[in-house]
């Protein structure tokens, strides 16, 4: 798996970019299709000045794996809570595509029945 790190009007240090890493990793092992070698994750960190200083940071949380995309954003007033925050967020969606999955191939081993 890949992982790509983009930030705008931010540096990260690299505890910060440790961190990521491994949460990540950790969410890859959720599902083997995830950990797959051509499955990639991409992480949008991204300050913007705002009215709300809750908003001002930004995560977008994208994996693309084999046969779909998971994506997920989060709005907070720290990088590494909005980071928190889209992981929470992709936790769900991926175990919703674990249950996808696991009912395309069901389906797919199912005998056929005829009328």
Same mark, same amino acid.
């Given at each position: 798996?890949?992982?790509?790190?983009?930030?705008?009007?931010? &540096?990260?240090?690299?505890?910060?970019?440790?961190?990521?890493?491994?949460?990540?990793? &950790?969410?890859? &092992?959720?599902?083997?299709?995830?950990?797959?070698?051509?499955?990639?994750?991409?992480?949008?960190?991204?300050?913007?000045?705002?009215?709300?200083?809750?908003?001002?940071?930004?995560?977008?949380?994208?994996?693309?794996?084999?046969?779909?995309?998971?994506?997920?954003?989060?709005?907070?007033?720290?990088?590494?809570?909005?980071?928190?925050?889209?992981?929470?967020?992709?936790?769900?969606?991926?175990?919703?595509y674990k249950s996808k999955i696991h009912?395309?191939?069901?389906?797919?081993?199912?005998?056929?029945?005829?009328?």
């Open positions: 798996m890949q992982i790509k790190i983009n930030v705008q009007h931010i &540096h990260l240090s690299p505890h910060q970019e440790e961190m990521i890493h491994s949460k990540i990793e &950790h969410l890859s &092992h959720l599902s083997a299709r995830l950990d797959d070698e051509s499955s990639e994750v991409r992480v949008d960190l991204i300050y913007e000045k705002s009215r709300s200083a809750e908003d001002a940071y930004k995560c977008h949380l994208t994996f693309f794996v084999p046969q779909d995309t998971l994506r997920t954003e989060s709005h907070s007033d720290s990088i590494e809570n909005a980071f928190d925050d889209a992981i929470d967020k992709m936790k769900t969606q991926i175990e919703y009912h395309m191939e069901k389906r797919k081993g199912a005998p056929e029945i005829d009328d």
